[in-house]
């Protein structure tokens, strides 16, 4: 039997003002909570299906949220305000184990050591079994704790004078975040149940090393702006923000990267580790070949500085009241989130997740190698008979940019009816994507290593280092997209009962790095040639190319006397809704090609994009889209694999 999921969760909330003056004024709030859930049907680590009940995942979260805040006003024209604030978020994720009992010994929570499985001490807590196509016991099995600090000050000074206010401020932020006990199962998966019973399991997974992170972030920022007031018709806004964004690194000395521009492309037989980097405050003895970073990041740092310029307009068109125009543009800064570097502790030379498939020779009593010690720098050594296939960090990784600018005509066609058109774009650059930093060269147009012809025998001579294979990923901030779109919009507002909204959205955006706005942390995943961004430049695949909504709210006329039976019965009734007419997304059809000569198969992060075949045109694809149905179901058997 299933146990359900519970949840629960205590909040405390208190707000305090004092007026300590006529000029002075402090305000406090503060935020308490804290919750509890068991998710009792976790998927299988191996499998991603179905679980037997009784491995839940339990989960406790806490929140403390807390800001003292003070205006002070010098005069009527001139007041500041300072805010400090602090967050703290606490994240507490357990798998547990049923407690069973072993013949000859005491109950106690089931381990792979109960089972006759020899494993190292983190595995042997945290037991996977799957049998493929059958049962699997053991759950997710990863856990982890979290503690979140984020300590920040702002201040704020305003300044009337004439036609000008003036708006100068500034803040400081320093980021904490300790990771720590993650966990994750020794892992066996087998290929059948007689596999199973006489104990030869097909895959063996586990994590070793040090996986314990303590990230740190400090960051600032300067902003100045002055609104001007020029006539009566027309106001500006003119400003600039300077912004300090540090690199996320770890105070424990555990950040490490792989700089494609330090690797040797011929690399010794003996191999090498040239091209390791590791964090500036790396504790321990660098082994030959590796270098130290400039940061605690092990990345060059680029982009910490910042600046954004800022531009307004608000015009009122003459001889006429009814029309105004406005417009602006601006300059934003996307910081890139913890995941890309939660996804990297798994990697060496501090950590190392080991998947043996197919786990040949492995048997149940024994499936996992000894552990060695860490930092172990030598699953790192390369050479021309290994095929690394590491997620590395450009070593000019950045905060991505976007540019925004709109403007827009504004009218009054009656007293409850007004009418507005407009134009937005956006140009996106240093836009984050996943690129094979390792695809083979053509050697038709760049001969390399003695090949002047493409053929999947000299595969492995073409690749621009020798020693990875064509699936090492280097996450780098080189996307770029253009966006635009046309918005009108009619607004009745609420009169004689009335209310109605109607929006209508012409829309566009073209990239090379389709994905980045809607993809996981990492980024885009590019599709086919990996060094030709002019090659994969193209609409955007989140874009609906035309959205209609319109809101609606009417009350209906009830009697005049609504205190009466048949008032109260026949009044306060109202309909309202929301509809929306709306095209439907691009669709990216992509292919697997095992045969593709730039050794972008498909089968990994990076796709390929499907061709026409010779005797089919555009046209002849079918799409159709059943009622109900969530997405689309494709005609293809004229649509055949890519060729470089």
Request: glycine letters at 12%; proline letters at 7%; hydrophobic letters at 35%.
């Amino acid at each position: 039997m299933s146990t359900a999921c519970p949840f629960s969760e205590n909040q405390f909330v208190t707000n305090l003002d004092f007026n300590q003056s006529e000029k002075s004024k402090w305000s406090g709030r503060f935020f308490w909570a804290n919750n509890n859930q068991s998710n009792n049907f976790t998927t299988n680590a191996g499998t991603g299906g179905g679980n037997v009940p009784g491995f839940p995942l339990v989960t406790d979260n806490q929140f403390r949220d807390f800001s003292l805040a003070n205006s002070y006003v010098f005069t009527s024209n001139l007041v500041n305000q300072i805010v400090v604030g602090y967050a703290r978020s606490v994240r507490e994720s357990v798998p547990s184990q049923p407690v069973v009992s072993v013949a000859g010994g005491t109950s106690s929570p089931l381990t792979l050591g109960a089972l006759g499985t020899n494993a190292p001490p983190n595995d042997n807590v945290a037991p996977s079994i799957a049998v493929l196509g059958g049962f699997a016991i053991g759950g997710n099995g990863q856990g982890f704790n979290a503690f979140q600090n984020n300590y920040s000050f702002e201040d704020t000074l305003s300044y009337v004078h004439g036609m000008h206010s003036f708006r100068f401020g500034g803040g400081l932020s320093w980021q904490q975040i300790n990771f720590e006990r993650f966990t994750f199962p020794g892992l066996l998966v087998y290929a059948n149940m007689p596999d199973f019973l006489t104990g030869h399991p097909f895959l063996s997974a586990d994590l070793q090393g040090l996986v314990d992170r303590a990230w740190r972030a400090k960051n600032g920022s300067f902003y100045a702006m002055d609104n001007i007031r020029l006539t009566s018709s027309l106001s500006i806004s003119l400003g600039g923000r300077y912004e300090r964004q540090g690199v996320i690194g770890d105070a424990l000395g555990r950040s490490s990267n792989i700089d494609p521009l330090l690797l040797n492309p011929n690399p010794p037989a003996a191999g090498t580790l040239q091209g390791v980097v590791v964090a500036s405050n790396f504790q321990g003895t660098l082994p030959s070949g590796a270098v130290r970073g400039p940061n605690s990041a092990a990345i060059n740092g680029d982009g910490q500085n910042l600046f954004a310029p800022r531009v307004g307009y608000v015009y009122k068109l003459p001889w006429t009241n009814r029309f105004v125009l406005r417009g602006g543009y601006g300059m934003y800064f996307t910081r890139s989130t913890g995941q890309l570097f939660l996804q990297l502790i798994a990697v060496p030379p501090f950590s190392s997740f080991r998947v043996v498939i197919p786990a040949v020779g492995r048997t149940a009593a024994n499936p996992f190698d000894p552990v060695p010690t860490f930092p172990d720098f030598t699953s790192l050594a390369y050479s021309p008979s290994t095929a690394l296939a590491p997620q590395v960090f450009s070593p000019n990784y950045r905060p991505s940019v976007v540019q925004e600018y709109s403007t827009g005509l504004q009218t009054q066609l009656a007293r409850d009816l007004s009418l507005e058109i407009g134009y937005h774009g956006a140009r996106g650059t240093k836009l984050a994507e996943e690129r094979a930093f390792n695809q083979a060269l053509d050697a038709t147009v760049t001969p390399i290593r003695g090949q002047s012809d493409n053929t999947l025998a000299n595969l492995g001579l073409r690749t621009p280092f020798q020693g990875f294979s064509n699936g090492a990923i280097e996450l780098q901030t080189e996307g770029s997209s253009w966006y635009n779109a046309l918005d009108v919009s009619l607004n009745k507002r609420f009169s004689r009962g009335l209310q109605v909204l109607a929006s209508y959205t012409w829309a566009r955006s073209l990239t090379d790095a389709s994905g980045s706005s809607t993809g996981i942390g990492q980024g885009a995943n590019l599709i086919g040639d990996q060094n030709n961004p002019q090659a994969r430049y193209g609409p955007d695949g989140f874009i609906r190319p035309n959205r209609f909504v319109v809101s609606y709210l009417y009350d209906f006329p009830g009697p005049g006397n609504r205190s009466s039976l048949r008032g109260r019965v026949l009044s306060g009734w109202g309909v309202s809704g929301v509809t929306t007419v709306q095209s439907g997304r691009r669709l990216t059809l992509t292919t697997v090609d095992p045969t593709n000569a730039f050794g972008i198969t498909g089968a990994g992060l990076n796709s390929i994009p499907a061709q026409l075949a010779a005797n089919c045109k555009a046209g002849q694809l079918v799409t159709t889209v059943p009622p109900k149905a969530s997405s689309a179901t494709i005609s293809t058997p004229r649509v055949s694999p890519a060729r470089p």
